[in-house]
């Protein structure tokens, strides 16, 4: 069964930066700041993003993983009624919603610690802490002894085998999934978390709504430990987020390669779990600063979005920004950005390329959920086929100073690169080839959705068409049609095409809205009529 996360583009924001916020809450007047998120919306449809997964939102000290209040939304950030209205205008445009579950940890703020340090060993919270005890001082001066998540003792480690801890924490999941309607939970530091409260929470989410979301952070480790169907959907795949940006800054695609066919290969350890990818995010330098040559950006971002698991995008990197973790912060990968001055002053030949990839991603399902398959891997050249139900994605990548020519067999007639529209040589053997040119990639297919059609005949291109509710079509074999509405699937999110037949038949349809404006042959697939 596929879920609406199975076919989703994320794309992951920082709040506290994102808004520019004050890095210390100090508990004064709330500053409603959350509302910029509804003026990128536009931004966030064009690259056909379908999920934002938010960092920490919770009353929190400083960064938002030392949480005061699961309940309320930091001040620094706005109010629980501004979240609502964020949530509602995502929602209305078609976008999920993920919350970073900080439930591992919280801050020395956090009302319960409070307890325990006012009331000491009659606070009824002593057990809400792990290996809390009054056998000695707290590094920070407490009468007692507790334990700081990696040795941070501003970030108290909760004891999830209590069952009222698990009891608050899923109480506060409810809440935000009754009041703002969430779609999912990325929980922070997953490795750290008890097996028993993710198979408690499953249960709890699944049974308010079957396609809610559960990944989790996990840097190291068997991923199949945490992502199986009594516990997480996903996982985050620092694996190949590593392997994405080493293997061009190596030049050895063989690295990258090794990783995704041990993961989703034929016998891959991970073919069943749809991994979460990305190529920076808010712990990791930006990609644009770890990468060696910035000519090999676009083809990061084209491996991220053909590879098998859902791809992610870290607010800004779209228009290769820089920053790094440095002086023991990591302000310099939070900023806060203005979509206007990135826009004027960003690398939009990027940009322009992640919302091509984000078409083609949406369009053909091959490329979201395919099996991967390696046709071609030299340590500067990679070509790969996804393929799903008959529909083939081939995708080819060249991190070379100059052009290389893939020659490969296909058993297609026609194929066309749809991220420049250059046709395909195909020879009477059905062997393709096709000359990619240095520090890009190609994503080929047969079905031409995208573009223009290189044909003698005039056609014109899906991209710059739309479907006219209320019109009339003819369908390449004559038979005439209306279009009744436009609907959306739920699972997929997918546009849907309804319509009748004009003569005869009262028969109702429903088809893919790419396919509708699809070709077949060369020629559109329904054309308007007067």
């Known amino acids: 069964m596929s879920f609406w996360y199975d076919n989703a583009i994320f794309y992951h924001i920082y709040p506290i930066g994102f808004c520019g916020a004050e890095k210390v809450n100090d508990g004064g007047e709330i500053r409603c700041r959350l509302d910029k998120v509804i003026s990128w ?51 209305s445009n078609g976008i999920r919603i993920v919350l970073d579950g900080v439930f591992n940890h919280v801050g020395r703020n956090f009302w319960a610690f409070k307890d325990v340090q006012k009331n000491g060993p009659a606070s009824q919270y002593c057990d809400w802490f792990q290996n809390l005890n009054f056998g000695g001082q707290s590094p920070c001066g407490d009468n007692f002894w507790y334990e700081g998540w990696n040795g941070y003792y501003n970030l108290v480690k909760l004891n999830m085998r209590n069952p009222k801890v698990c009891d608050y924490i899923i109480d506060a999941v409810d809440y935000w999934i009754n009041e703002f309607d969430i779609d999912g939970i990325r929980f922070d530091a997953a490795d750290c978390i008890d097996f028993d409260f993710f198979k408690r929470i499953r249960w709890f989410t699944k049974s308010k709504k079957s396609d809610f979301w559960l990944m989790g952070e996990i840097i190291h480790g068997d991923y199949n430990r945490w992502a199986n169907s009594e516990m997480l959907d996903s996982t985050t795949n620092y694996e190949c987020y590593k392997g994405i940006y080493s293997s061009h800054n190596d030049g050895n695609y063989f690295e990258i390669d090794y990783s995704i ?27 644009a600063s770890t990468i060696k040559d910035e000519r090999n950006l676009k083809n990061c ?59 083609i991603y949406s369009v053909y399902p091959a490329m979201r959920t395919g099996t991967y398959q390696t046709m071609i891997v030299r340590n500067r050249q990679l070509l790969f086929k996804k393929e799903l139900n008959g529909q083939i994605v081939y995708v080819a990548l060249n991190l070379d100073e100059n052009e290389y020519g893939f020659t490969f067999h296909t058993d297609m007639d026609f194929l066309v690169d749809v991220v420049s ?25 047969a079905d031409d959705i995208l573009n223009e059609e290189p044909a003698p005949q005039e056609i014109e291109s899906p991209i710059e068409r739309d479907v006219q509710i209320g ?25 849907l095409v309804i319509y009748k037949a004009l003569f005869g038949s009262s028969e109702t349809w429903d088809m893919p809205k790419t396919i509708f404006l699809g070709n077949v042959d060369g020629k559109q697939r329904f054309v308007e009529v007067d």
């Open 41 to 91: 919306i536009p931004h966030l449809k064009e690259m056909n993003i379908s999920a934002v997964y938010f960092g920490p939102v919770f009353e929190s000290v400083e960064h938002g993983y030392d949480t005061t209040d699961y309940k309320l939304i930091d001040r620094r950030l706005g109010t629980n009624e501004l979240f609502k209205k964020v949530c509602d205008e995502l929602h």
């Open 261 to 287: 066919n041990r993961q989703s290969g034929n016998n891959g350890i991970y073919k069943n779990i749809n991994l979460f990818n990305f190529v920076d995010n808010h712990d990791v330098n930006r990609l």
């Open 301 to 359: 971002y084209t491996l991220m979005y053909g590879m098998p698991g859902i791809p992610s995008i870290y607010y800004g990197s779209e228009f290769g920004i820089k920053g790094i973790h440095e002086n023991n912060s990591d302000d310099g990968l939070r900023p806060c950005l203005d979509l206007d001055d990135l826009l004027s002053n960003g690398n939009l030949d990027l940009y322009k390329h992640i919302v091509r990839l984000g078409r």
């Open 421 to 445: 529209n250059q046709v395909v040589e195909i020879n009477g053997n059905h062997d393709a080839y096709v000359k990619v040119p240095p520090f890009s990639s190609m994503i080929i297919v």
């Open 471 to 495: 019109g009339n079509y003819r369908d390449i074999n004559g038979n005439m049609f209306k279009v009744i509405t436009i609907a959306r699937e739920y699972t997929s999110q997918e546009d």
